[in-house]
């Protein structure tokens, strides 16, 4: 007799259950490869997928290269444990938007810069729920910049917003409620952190959709669990005992409130602090690296922590771009479209339960995320440019 | 000829009425016009360019041109690249943004670069027959905690370290390294002196510093451009970037333009008011410091960003025979500043400014290796030019420089009215 295990135990009950998750209709129509590809994700622990981005953009020469490596103590480690794609090419427009858009399309984005177009075609967050029936609490992208609230769907009619993640823009919130205080002349300024606070809460109150939030109990009214989630990931980041003050900083906050509220299948986490590279000073460039660095570190211990993430989730993290090299006639390190291959090349690691340890120097493309990520999660994403790694789809 | 044909000198001209801008590709004939277009507001060295650039054109032969030109005349068409995308003699965001986001940029790039590749060498020999010894000299402040052992450690076996004897007074370090004197003397500087001499005129000597302290050393200064020195200070330039921040976050704040393109040709009109600064008084250093301040990097905000880009800029574009660098610390980063960019720090926040050291030290380290690399990708430098790195008040600096510059054979310890007669020497002034 089969012996069955927690895993077995796991496969049987979720396909029990499938009729129920998936609408009737997409589950009769299912092809040959999309049953193959579920049946692997069921017998596959890791039915949880977190796409990190490393970013803001950085240089391989500050991260995996030898005189690197002290810039993210976290990433080495968790190097040893995960698996490392030496070669993560970036073959896209060197730009935050498109570059993420082609992370989550699994194709080459050409869209505008500056977030004005949604993505060219059906995102990860779209086909995943689409297939699924995944409810709208079970994908999110947490991201840094305005530009990115239309980030959560793209502009393929067949898909669209009513499979769209829950875009929410943490650095947007923080932003006004900065510049209210600031406007207000309040004593002490931004340093009163309680009255960071106060502005920040009010931004959620009164201004929510100019800042990217798209749950809405009715009408036009934040649901209040979401409300409520959203708070407590601002207190905590108010009241953190290293009194943070970045966007990334309050972007993982509340990822792990979100994470710990509704345990979504699908999170995009957009970190940014590093583009602070524009400002021209190198030392801050490497402290956002170091700050990134151990944020990336809290959000796999908190996916350790957390029942609902412990051993079923593939965390997957890579830079989204590069930036010039310092021989480049750009200017360094402050700019990332020359196009050279310190733009272009970075790398990618992924953490799980189900990935093997290892590391290969097989080039791999930004595009392949989606597709990777797509497998993991049971769904069949078509007309991509991008493979699956098959090096974690073991 | 688009109607907007930009007023250019009589050689450009003529050689414009010989139909040649009309020959180019439309890519790249867009981006010389876009750059002329504004000819009044050229420095001379980018003026001499691209009458160079173009006389060379001229004078090669129809096949030759025909042959250069190939591959990116036949990738446009690829690209898209037609008369509603790119209109003749327009460069603006649209077509940067046309650029990056077309599939075949790479090409495109690679193709230019190629025209180049051939057009140089042609061009660099002809600014290197007229070459001329030239200076650099780039100074560290002295409150940098670090020791010369561990100083351009991005130059490492370059150069040749000098042995330095320095003057018992601090405050006369840089005085006599610049002017041979103590400071009460107010003798000329080695930048004025070269801009008074037989090679200089406007535009040929430069100061571009943190604070304001070496634009104050020499004899009779206080104008942007006395001796025809070009003085370009963070800290002079305080009023204009205050009210420049401020006007661009009430742009912002009003939502009266909708995303960078637009608020681009905004700040385009926000000019350097006469009150704001000596600079004002030049349109070419007008527009200069203008596009300085709003080129969209740090430089409103970190005073070393702004001498970093400031200095790569006169020397991609002013090409000048004399430049002196003056970095200065930055300040520590004040909490939720990163969310700020156009909030003035003192104001926003009451905890009072801390100067960030080690901070300073680390982003120099990699300043110096870019403002080298810039001067080193012209002919006009290759070969001919003198880099002193110095920090102030230490016992050693830094030459990089060709074998017949003094310093490179002199031996130590040098006191710096000595150091300042070598540099005399290398210039002939």
Same mark, same amino acid.
């Given at each position: 007799m089969m012996r069955l295990t927690k895993r077995r135990f796991v496969q049987l009950a979720g396909l029990s259950i499938a009729h129920r998750i998936l609408p009737g209709h997409l589950f009769a129509q299912q092809t040959a490869a999309q049953q193959i590809a579920a049946q692997k994700a069921a017998r596959r622990p890791s039915n949880k997928v977190i796409i990190v981005t490393f970013g803001g953009g950085v240089r391989y020469s500050e991260t995996f290269a030898p005189e690197g490596l002290q810039n993210i103590p976290r990433l080495v480690a968790l190097r040893e444990k995960g698996y490392f794609f030496n070669s993560c090419v970036n073959s896209g427009v060197l730009s935050h938007f498109n570059s993420t858009a082609s992370i989550l399309t699994g194709n080459w984005q050409r869209v505008d810069d500056f977030g004005f177009q949604p993505p060219a075609g059906p995102t990860l967050f779209e086909y995943y729920r689409k297939q699924s *029936?995944? *409810?709208?609490?079970d994908a999110w992208a947490v991201a840094t910049n305005k530009s990115f609230a239309s980030m959560g769907w793209g502009s393929d009619r067949d898909f669209g917003q009513p499979y769209g993640a829950n875009v929410v823009l943490p650095k947007q919130l923080l932003l006004e409620a900065v510049q209210e205080v600031v406007k207000k002349g309040a004593e002490g300024g931004v340093a009163n952190r309680e009255d960071v606070l106060r502005r920040l809460e009010g931004v959620l109150n009164e201004g929510y959709e100019g800042v990217g939030w798209t749950i809405f109990q009715a009408g036009r009214k934040l649901d209040r669990q979401v409300r409520d989630t959203l708070v407590r990931g601002l207190v905590e980041y108010i009241n953190g005992p290293e009194a943070p003050t970045s966007g990334d900083e309050l972007t993982f906050f509340i990822t792990r409130e979100i994470m710990r509220e509704f345990a979504p299948r699908l999170i995009l986490v957009n970190f940014w602090d590093m583009d602070v590279a524009h400002w021209g000073s190198y030392s801050l460039y490497l402290n956002a690296i170091t700050k990134t660095d151990r944020l990336t570190g809290m959000l796999w211990e908190e996916v350790q922590a957390n029942q609902s993430y412990k051993d079923k989730t593939t965390l997957l993290v890579l830079p989204e771009l590069g930036r010039d090299g310092d021989k480049n006639t750009a200017n360094g390190f402050l700019n990332h479209r020359s196009g050279d291959a310190s733009c272009r090349n970075t790398w990618l690691l992924a953490m799980g339960t189900a990935v093997p340890p290892g590391q290969t120097e097989r080039p791999v493309h930004h595009v392949d995320v989606a597709a990777t990520a797509a497998e993991l999660l049971g769904v069949k994403a078509a007309g991509l440019a991008g493979l699956p790694m098959r090096e974690l789809l073991l | 000829m688009p109607a907007n044909t930009p007023k250019v000198s009589a050689a450009m001209q003529a050689l414009i009425d010989k139909g040649l801008l009309d020959g180019l590709p439309r890519s790249f004939g867009a981006f010389c016009f876009d750059q002329m277009k504004d000819w009044d507001l050229l420095f001379p060295a980018e003026r001499s360019y691209f009458e160079r650039l173009f006389g060379l054109l001229d004078r090669s032969s129809g096949p030759v041109v025909e042959r250069l030109f190939q591959p990116l005349r036949e990738l446009e068409p690829k690209m898209g690249m037609n008369e509603k995308t790119w209109p003749r003699g327009q460069f603006t965001l649209e077509q940067v943004d046309f650029l990056n986001r077309n599939r075949y940029y790479p090409e495109w790039r690679a193709a230019v670069a190629q025209v180049f590749a051939q057009l140089d060498p042609a061009l660099d020999a002809e600014a290197a027959r007229n070459g001329h010894a030239r200076l650099a000299i780039v100074i560290a402040p002295a409150q940098l905690p670090t020791d010369p052992g561990r100083m351009w450690t991005r130059f490492q076996g370059r150069g040749k370290r000098v042995e330095i004897s320095g003057p018992e007074s601090a405050e006369e370090f840089l005085p006599l390294l610049l002017t041979g004197e103590e400071q009460s003397r107010k003798a000329p500087t080695i930048g004025q002196l070269f801009a008074a001499g037989k090679k200089g005129g406007a535009y040929t000597s430069w100061i571009v510093e943190a604070g304001a302290g070496v634009s104050r050393l020499g004899s009779d200064s206080g104008g942007a451009a006395d001796y025809g020195v070009v003085k370009c200070s963070y800290e002079s330039l305080a009023q204009y970037r205050k009210r420049l921040m401020k006007d661009v976050q009430s742009v912002v704040d009003a939502q009266e333009t909708p995303g960078p393109r637009q608020l681009s040709a905004r700040l385009k009109q926000m000019k350097i008011l006469t009150s704001e600064g000596d600079l004002a008084r030049d349109p070419i250093l007008a527009e200069f410091a203008r596009a300085i301040l709003l080129s969209g990097n740090g430089t409103l905000l970190i005073n070393n960003t702004f001498v970093e880009w400031a200095t790569v800029q006169s020397v991609r574009r002013a090409r000048p025979s004399v430049t002196v660098v003056g970095f200065g610390i930055r300040n520590k980063v004040k909490p939720f500043s990163s969310l700020l960019i156009y909030a003035d720090q003192e104001a926003t926040n009451p905890i009072p400014s801390q100067m960030d050291t080690l901070g300073s030290y680390v982003d120099l380290e990699v300043f110096y290796q870019y403002i080298w690399q810039e001067f080193e990708k012209y002919a006009e430098y290759r070969n001919n030019t003198a880099y002193l790195f110095v920090g102030e008040g230490m016992e050693e600096m830094l030459a990089m420089a060709p074998p017949d510059f003094p310093l490179m054979t002199a031996a130590g310890p040098l006191t710096l009215p000595a150091v300042f007669g070598h540099l005399k020497d290398w210039l002939s002034v």
């Open positions: *029936g995944a *409810g709208p609490l | -």
